[in-house]
Every structure is written in C-alpha cells, then in structure tokens.
C-alpha cells in the first residue's frame, strides 16, 4: 500500500546545510498536499513546511522561514526539504505526510520510520 520514505539526514554544524527527501510509493487519490514535520525528544511533533501538488504553494513555521525551502517532483512522488543555516534546535527526527491543503492537517494514520538530523554546536 502507501509508503513513505524519508532520507538525507545526518549529523553537521551549525550553519550547515542538509538536504532531506521523502519519497511515496502512490500518489492517494484525493491527495492535495504534503508536509515535513519534526520530532524532539521530550516533545510533540510539529509543522515544518508543506506544500501543494498542484500549484506548489508554500507554507513555512516561523522558526525555519527564510532557511528551509519545501519543493516536489510531481513525476517522482517525491517531496524535499533544502535546509540552510542549520541551529542546534533543528535537531530531531524529520517525517514527511500527506496534509489537508488548508491547515496542513495530517488526515492520515500512518508515518514513515523519518530521518534523524542532528545538528551540533
């Protein structure tokens, strides 16, 4: 069934750059948009940044706008994630999923096994 592969992390310095992608098996009928979100130990997943398959219209959190840039590939299934000037407080494991266009709500009940970055001083 759907499958969703995220890779690119790693361990790098501050001020680094990091490359993530995430890569679905189908395209789900009625699938308008995807999203990065992020998980700390000790903490809630969070938003990061979605975008739409059509149109590609963007949306950011506050704490990566201006550093990280959400792209796709429509004829891969593939979402990435281009993220600069990384902090230390970028660190956690990065998971991508399908999201409601409006409000970037996940809708669906499974996850990927996501991909560490860990971003030292």
């Known amino acids: 069934q759907v499958q969703l592969v995220e890779s690119g992390g790693g361990l790098v310095q501050a001020g680094g750059s990091l490359r993530l992608s995430c890569a679905k098996s189908?395209?789900?009928?009625?699938?308008?948009?995807m999203a990065w979100f992020r998980q700390a130990p000790g903490k809630e997943r969070e938003f990061v940044a979605g975008?739409?398959?059509?149109?590609?219209?963007?949306a950011y959190a506050d704490s990566v706008k201006g550093r990280f840039t959400i792209s796709r590939d429509n004829a891969k299934n593939t979402v990435y994630l281009q993220m600069n000037r990384l902090k230390p407080e970028d660190t956690a494991v990065y998971y991508c999923?399908?999201?409601?266009?409006?409000?970037?709500?996940?809708?669906?009940?499974?996850w990927g096994q996501g991909t560490q970055v860990t971003v030292s001083s």
């Open positions: 189908v395209r789900t009928f009625g699938s308008l948009a």
């Open positions: 999923n399908d999201v409601a266009p409006v409000g970037w709500v996940v809708v669906n009940g499974y």
């Open positions: 975008i739409t398959w059509s149109g590609g219209r963007t």
